[in-house]
C-alpha cells in the first residue's frame, strides 16, 4: 500500500523533519552534551577568573607591606636621639632628637653597672613621650645605674659623656 499523508517512519509513527528522533522534547544526545560543555567552560572561566583576581589582591597586600616595611627601615635609619647626664646633676637625663623625624620614646631602661648575672636586673621605667626634631626632655633616673632610651622603632640609645658630644652628631 502506498504513503499517504505525512512521512512515516519505523514503527509507524509520524517522523518529525527538525528532528531526527520521533517525539524527542530536548533534542539530540549530541545538543546535551554541547550544552553541559559550555556551562563547564563557563564555570571554569568564572572560577579562574576568581583565581586572578584573588592572586592580583594577594600581590597588592604584599607589596603595600614591603613598601610599609622599606619605610620603617629608612625612619629607623633616620632616628637620632642624644642623651646626656649633666656632670652637676648624674639623677637627670637630658634627651634631644637631633633627627629630622619626631621619635616616640617609649622606656627609659635602667640596669646595674656591675651585677655580676646575666641578665642583670633592670628597670623598665615607662614614659611614652614624642620628641619633635630639635626639642628636648629631662628624665629622672637613678644616678648609680646605667641608662638607655628605648624608642618605638626598637633604637636604644645611650647617653654620652656631655652635651659637645651631643652636638657633634
Do not use: W
Not at 563547564?40 to 600581590?59: K, N, T
Not at 635602667?110 to 636586673?121: F, I, N
Not at 618605638?152 to 659623656?161: A, C, I, Q, R
Request: one cysteine or more; charged letters at 15%.
Amino acid at each position: 500500500m502506498g504513503r499517504r499523508g505525512s512521512e512515516r517512519g519505523r514503527n509507524n509513527r509520524k517522523v518529525s523533519p527538525l528532528s531526527a528522533r520521533p517525539n524527542n522534547r530536548f533534542g539530540t544526545r549530541s545538543a546535551q552534551a554541547s550544552v553541559i560543555a559550555v556551562m563547564f567552560l563557563v564555570l571554569v572561566f568564572v572560577a579562574d577568573l576568581g583565581f586572578m583576581l584573588y592572586l592580583s589582591e594577594l600581590h597588592q597586600l604584599v607589596y603595600q607591606e614591603f613598601t610599609l616595611h622599606e619605610e620603617v627601615v629608612t625612619l629607623v635609619a633616620k632616628e637620632s636621639l642624644c642623651a646626656y647626664r649633666p656632670a652637676f646633676d648624674q639623677s637627670e637625663l637630658l634627651v634631644t632628637n637631633t633627627g629630622a623625624e619626631p621619635s616616640l620614646i617609649l622606656a627609659i631602661l635602667e640596669m646595674q653597672k656591675d651585677a655580676g648575672r646575666t641578665p642583670p636586673p633592670a628597670a623598665i621605667i615607662p614614659e611614652n613621650l614624642t620628641l619633635q626634631p630639635g626639642t628636648s626632655s629631662t628624665f629622672a633616673v637613678n644616678p648609680n645605674l646605667t641608662v638607655y632610651v628605648v624608642t618605638s622603632y626598637g633604637n636604644t640609645f645611650v647617653p654620652v659623656g656631655n652635651m659637645t658630644l651631643c652636638a657633634d652628631s
